[in-house]
């Protein structure tokens, strides 16, 4: 989920209704942030306020998909206290999930913590009627006693998109973004490497229209674009239903004004941002920016927070709001709870993220700018360096590296501290970062080239894209 395509951040499509009215009932951030994407990064900093330099957790295969062991790990490992859920039943709640994310990407791991884990056995191809009546029933079990916490995992925004086909789409007589023009397309659609136009599927155009009805194989005109937008668009709306749904069981129990919600997500989406379409393969805005809305009881209602924040903000924030004694060595993140209950200012002067899963990039966010660092560009052609003025150009499409080189080295010595400071914190003084290059790159890009050249780029005549690559990838090709 993107937040700039929920209504309660500007978006005109009425996509979310009841995460409006439940955002006009608490605080919203307008600037958090992933520290680490996509999906099994992200939520491993979610889950242990940790960023992925320190847990190894930075990819979605390889040495670096895996924690880092610890060699000095204790009789129970410590994310029995100090992870978001084992501190939460450390501290007296009943913990419940309702995801299989540990399953999808055999992040055991996540499910710590847990007295109750639903998963569906569908690695995160459930779409929200599959998980709805699990979250139903659990609270109408469950939901009148005191100290809980559900953690319920809608999929249907995230692609391949996948709302079913008899669900009406109210979004077929909007437009696309203004951005995307005749011309900007041709552009995008003369591009190659995975989830371009003309390759949704990552190295192919293969749909598979059964399973997810609303997921495109490849656009070849604006009339392409709008069905990926709205397929995207409804998937938001199908989830902003099922989260009106469980709303509405709180208050009908009476104990809504007493239960804190937070809505979130792992990573955005790219909808056409640097000519990729339907993926979240970047260290970019739309792939790292989320949506962060708290309604907690006793807390602010109706104020907005622009400061910079991280995912690993919230389990030292979560560790204040319920007094937990314990405080973590290890927590990366900053409490926001003065943001929540006084509308204090907690937020970071600048943020580091990360992708290594699809590329190799790391980015720095400040100010009105988000500079990308390319370690491998992800058969992309990437530079190696990317500045972007997000206040006026939101869609990242000017790179200012070489106009503006005085921001240029501003965000090279950010990102240059940002490193230091992580590594003289370790014991275990390795960056995944060169983990990842020296393994082969990051997992989707990690020995697929030659045969997306030989295959798919003969199919669609773009043939004279392979001499590039095999000038820029040439182990690719033996």
Not at 236 to 242: M, P, R, S, T
Not at 335 to 340: A, N, P, V, W
Not at 394 to 400: A, D, G, V
Not at 411 to 425: G, H, I, R, V
């Amino acid at each position: 989920m993107r937040p700039d395509h929920l209504g309660c951040y500007g978006y005109p499509k009425k996509t979310s209704p009841h995460i409006d009215q439940l955002a006009g009932e608490g605080v919203v951030f307008d600037n958090y942030y992933t520290s680490d994407a996509p999906c099994l990064p992200s939520r491993t900093a979610l889950f242990s306020g940790q960023f992925g330099i320190h847990t190894g957790v930075v990819n979605h295969g390889n040495t670096t998909s895996q924690l880092r062991i610890d060699p000095r790990r204790d009789f129970k490992h410590r994310f029995e206290r100090e992870s978001l859920f084992g501190m939460l039943r450390t501290h007296g709640f009943y913990t419940a999930g309702i995801t299989p994310f540990a399953s999808r990407h055999s992040a055991w791991y996540f499910y710590c913590g847990f007295n109750e884990i639903h998963d569906t056995g569908k690695f995160g191809d459930e779409s929200a009627h599959d998980i709805l009546p699990i979250a139903e029933k659990w609270l109408d079990e469950k939901g009148s006693k005191d100290n809980w916490y559900l953690h319920v995992n809608f999929w249907d925004p995230h692609t391949p998109y996948r709302v079913p086909v008899d669900y009406e789409n109210q979004f077929k007589n909007d437009d696309i973004p203004s951005w995307i023009t005749e011309e900007v397309f041709k552009k995008h659609h003369e591009m190659a490497g995975p989830h371009c136009a003309q390759e949704i599927g990552m190295y192919s155009d293969y749909e598979n229209r059964t399973k997810f009805p609303r997921q495109m194989g490849r656009l070849d005109s604006l009339k392409d674009v709008k069905a990926l937008y709205d397929g995207y668009d409804t998937g938001i709306k199908y989830a902003d239903d099922a989260v009106g749904r469980l709303i509405q069981i709180l208050k009908d129990k009476g104990i809504y004004e007493d239960t804190a919600i937070i809505i979130s997500s792992d990573h955005g989406e790219t909808l056409g941002e640097m000519g990729i379409y339907a993926e979240h393969g970047l260290a970019d805005q739309m792939t790292c920016r989320l949506p962060m809305i708290v309604k907690w009881p006793g807390g602010l209602k109706g104020v907005r927070d622009g400061g910079l924040h991280y995912n690993v903000d919230l389990v030292p924030t979560i560790a204040e709001m319920i007094a937990y004694p314990h405080k973590s060595k290890h927590w990366d993140g900053r409490s926001f709870k003065e943001t929540l209950l006084k509308g204090e200012d907690t937020s970071h002067p600048y943020l580091v993220l990360s992708q290594m899963s699809h590329v190799a990039q790391r980015s720095v966010r400040f100010a009105n700018y988000i500079y990308i660092r390319t370690y491998h560009d992800g058969f992309h052609f990437f530079p190696k360096h990317m500045l972007y003025d997000l206040k006026k150009d939101p869609f990242e499409q000017f790179n200012l590296a070489e106009e503006r080189k005085d921001i240029l080295l501003e965000a090279e010595s950010k990102l240059f501290q940002w490193t230091d400071d992580q590594m003289m914190k370790m014991t275990y003084k390795e960056d995944p970062l060169w983990k990842v290059i020296e393994e082969g790159g990051p997992f989707h890009a990690n020995g697929n080239l030659k045969h997306y050249c030989e295959t798919h780029l003969v199919k669609t005549n773009r043939t004279h894209f392979v001499e590039a690559y095999k000038k820029i990838h040439p182990k690719e090709f033996k």
